[in-house]
């Protein structure tokens, strides 16, 4: 027997325990983990001799790891073009299908409690239950699909809409929003967005605020991209300083919103798949992010109780850290994830502020701001020093 499988992927597994998680961005212990909630979705019965479960699952891996090419994972592993592109098509919906309820919790008023008082003890926000952001992922124009995916940017894209919480885990993933819908529509029209502004997301009612002694709503907190609503933060858009206040709001709030772009810089250092111009299908591009936003919180999960120096998913400096003094310390990802490739994995843009917008919304925001005042970080003035 020849290929990866047989050779080289014992031999690390044995012997190389961190090149085996380079190469497979895996532990082999989470790999049979997944395998053994995988192999019942991807085995094949035939007569012939057929590609094991095993393998199928380490042909995957690799590609969401390196972006590799088909032709390049077809001589690593000695198995067809074709039934490599297969492979990759099946494995990753049955990664999604496989994992998704274990990695995703329910939507409930508890897990919304939960993950606002993580938030509040970790980046000292009230209330916010989560950062969301979305991401244009680059693709080779799909067959028969004109310019529907054709955006700003001048490429194709399907764009990825994610709320993450307060330790970088995905809360909620919505994929497939065409590259061609002005990003500031994405949201309107995504399956988030109308649960959002259907108020189906099972939000708690508002909590009393013992420093403003005053209900505060649940809220998100998001940037230009998305409408400032009365669940919905954003920066308010000035001069840096024109209002102290408004200043030390923003900035609390970029803190705060910080995870979200932490969730998808540490997703796209690690699944290099994500920074690539994707050659495929629909259906496959769909396919291999919902199985890298389920490997992200697989992973995050199982070393949530480990130190953090022994992590090799998330290890201690790879995430962006603020310093007792306040300053930023950029995260490792950082350099992992060159500038050029950064593109490829981009933003969605700022939209325009709508000339009517709901007062409660304001009302709302006006409450924040006065908390970030009133409930000061020690360094929130060092760190502003033209306020």
Known sequence: MYGAWFTLIPVLREFDKDEYFKFMRMTPEAFDWLLERVSPLIVKRSNRPAICPGQRLAVTLRFLASGDSMASLSYLFRISDQAISDIILETTAA??????????????????????????????????????DGKHCFVQKFPMRGSEHFNYKFGHSVILLAVSDAKYKFTIVDVGARGRESDGGVFARSEFGRLFNGHELGLPPPSYCETLMTDLPYVFVGD?????????????????????????????????????????????????????????????????????????????????????????????????????????????????????????????????????????????????????????????????PEV
């Not at 299908?97 to 606002?116: G, H, M, N, Q």
């Not at 994500?274 to 496959?284: A, D, K, V």
Request: charge should be neutral; include cysteine.
């Open 95 to 132: 990664i999604w299908y496989a994992i998704k309820d274990e990695v995703f919790e329910p939507l409930t008023e508890d897990l919304w409690r939960k993950k606002s008082a993580e938030f509040e003890s970790m980046w000292q926000f009230p209330n916010c239950v989560g950062a969301v």
């Open 224 to 384: 230009d991209a998305f409408p400032i609503h009365t669940h919905m933060l954003k920066p308010f858009d000035m001069n840096w300083g024109e209002k102290p206040e408004e200043t030390i709001f923003n900035y609390r709030l970029s803190r705060a919103r910080r995870v979200v772009e932490n969730a998808f810089g540490i997703l796209s250092a690690r699944f290099r798949v994500l920074r690539r111009n994707i050659i495929g299908s629909e259906t496959l591009v769909q396919n291999l992010i919902l199985a890298c936003t389920a490997l992200h919180n697989m992973h995050l999960i199982r070393e949530d109780s480990i130190p953090p120096r022994q992590r090799l998913y998330l290890p201690e400096g790879y995430a962006d850290v603020y310093r007792s003094n306040g300053h930023l310390k950029k995260g490792r990802w950082r350099n992992e994830v060159k500038h050029e490739e950064r593109s490829i994995f981009h933003r969605l843009a700022m939209q325009e502020m709508p000339h009517h917008v709901d007062e409660e919304a304001h009302r709302v925001s006006d409450k924040f701001v006065e908390y970030c005042v009133y409930s000061p970080l020690p360094w929130q003035y060092n760190v502003l």
